[in-house]
């Protein structure tokens, strides 16, 4: 993350257009290969989550192979931390491409494991409902005047306070069985990771206080995607139902 491009001090008036004017080809293409990333893995993961959807045998077997579940999580958390701390192995390609397939194919499996417990009304309710609030909070970051990016300490203040709250939820729930605290922790999550959506695309699109590094490609269609996933699971675990 850095913040902003500096201002040129050339007094030429048409290098200094030509200059601005690379710098927004240089954004615009990079908001658009995070994107199109972005598409790519959200594709890769409905795949996934479609197959115990249609067919009774696999999700049987989904059920019987809890452990693949486990392995994907760990695989998960350790590509996500590599990518978010090493800032050599999220920018040097091809190592970038392969980490990034590896993450999509980890979260693919954990949402595939986690949906096939769900029914396929309550799974594509909630596909709708992310669908159009992800929608309304891409425009609405894009469009607002607010500088988001410059609101993070109030963002990492929220996460605190919602991490304390899920794990006396967490708690309350196995030994007071009050169940209805992790609907309530799932419903403010969701409202905070589209806080976060709305501060990663203001990241991304850049001319605020920080912006990403046209470099970033890879951390940032991770950040979007984590972001609208999140969304979805939390949603699930509201309005989601047994099969």
């Given at each position: ?84 701390c090493c800032g050599n192995l999220r920018r ?99 409202l905070l990771m589209m806080f976060y959506l ?46």
């Amino acid at each position: 993350m850095e913040q902003g491009y500096g201002a040129t001090t050339n007094d030429n008036p048409d290098a200094k257009y030509n200059l601005h004017f690379s710098n927004q080809s240089v954004r615009a293409a990079f908001v658009r290969k995070v994107f199109t990333l972005v598409t790519i893995m959200f594709a890769i993961t409905g795949g996934f989550c479609v197959i115990p959807m249609v067919s009774e045998p696999f999700r049987n077997w989904v059920y019987d192979n809890m452990w693949l579940y486990l392995v994907a999580i760990v695989v998960f958390l350790v590509v996500s931390i590599a990518l978010t701390c090493c800032g050599n192995l999220r920018r040097t390609f091809p190592t970038n491409i392969i980490l990034l397939v590896i993450f999509t194919l980890s979260a693919a499996v954990m949402t595939m494991f986690i949906t096939a417990y769900y029914n396929v009304q309550s799974v594509l309710i909630c596909l709708c409902i992310t669908t159009v609030c992800s929608a309304s909070v891409i425009v609405y970051s894009i469009k607002t005047k607010s500088d988001l990016t410059s609101k993070m300490g109030i963002v990492f203040m929220l996460s605190m306070v919602l991490f304390s709250f899920g794990m006396f939820s967490l708690i309350f729930s196995l030994i007071f069985k009050w169940y209805f605290l992790y609907s309530v922790y799932s419903g403010l999550a969701a409202l905070l990771m589209m806080f976060y959506l709305a501060l990663d695309v203001q990241l991304l699109m850049g001319g605020r206080k920080y912006e990403l590094s046209p470099e970033d490609y890879i951390f940032a269609a991770m950040e979007i995607f984590l972001d609208i996933l999140n969304i979805f699971l939390m949603l699930l675990n509201i309005f989601g139902r047994g099969r």
